[in-house]
Every structure is written in C-alpha cells, then in structure tokens.
C-alpha cells in the first residue's frame, strides 16, 4: 500500500509560480505511475499531469501544456508539479495520487488529501 501526501499549494497571484510536492510512503514508491489532478468547486476531478514509474514519460492535459513540469525523485519518495504562468481558471484543489500509467482518475488506487491552489487576478 501507499500513503499519499501534498503540499505547497497556497494563494499566488496571475502569472506567478506555485510548485507542489507529494510525498509517499511505501516501499514500492518507484513502482507506480504518479499524476496530478484537480478539481474546481462545482466541477468533476480533472487530469492535470502524470509521469511514469521512471520518470521517462510525461504527459499534460492541453491547458497547462508549457506551463506545468511534473517530476519525481524515488530517492526522496516525492513528486512535484511545477506551476508557472499560473492563471485563475487554475484555481482548484490539487490531488497527487499514485497508480498505472493513466489520465484516467480510477486508475488511480492510492489518493493524497488535496492541497488549495488560488490563483488572483
């Protein structure tokens, strides 16, 4: 099994930068694929990011394309979410969660608490 926890998100302004960290716990850490997904008040959890077990494959959905850099380090059991360019519609809660290589959100077996991203105009 895995643990699964975020931080770092908090209130930044347009255009600012913002990088989330997701620590896990387990042995298996390296094994799984970890994404990043969000979700909006009103709205369904969305996928944002993933890398592969690795760290070879990255894949983003198109609206953050060239503003967000997802990467892990299996040493230190973490993966990040480098947010820059950040915009208002990015405003959501952040979710890392650990599983297959997916966009997929129940591919995801192992699921963090969620940290606040506001983004102000």
């Known amino acids: 099994q895995v643990q699964v926890v975020e931080s770092g998100g908090g209130l930044v302004q347009t255009g600012g930068s913002l990088r989330l960290s997701c620590t896990a716990s387990?042995?298996?850490?390296?094994?799984?694929?970890m994404g990043w997904f969000r979700q909006a008040p009103g709205k369904e959890r969305e996928f944002v990011a993933a890398?592969?077990?690795?760290?070879?494959?990255?894949n983003y959905t198109d609206s953050v394309k060239g503003r967000f850099t997802i990467s892990r380090d299996n040493a230190r059991k973490t993966v990040y979410l480098q947010m820059n360019s950040l915009k208002p519609e990015d405003t959501a809660v952040y979710y890392c969660?650990?599983?297959?290589?997916?966009?997929?959100?129940?591919?995801?077996?192992?699921w963090g608490q969620g940290t606040q991203v506001t983004v102000s105009s």
């Open positions: 890398i592969n077990w690795i760290g070879s494959s990255t």
């Open positions: 387990g042995r298996t850490f390296s094994s799984y694929a």
């Open positions: 969660a650990a599983g297959a290589w997916s966009n997929r959100v129940r591919e995801y077996a192992y």
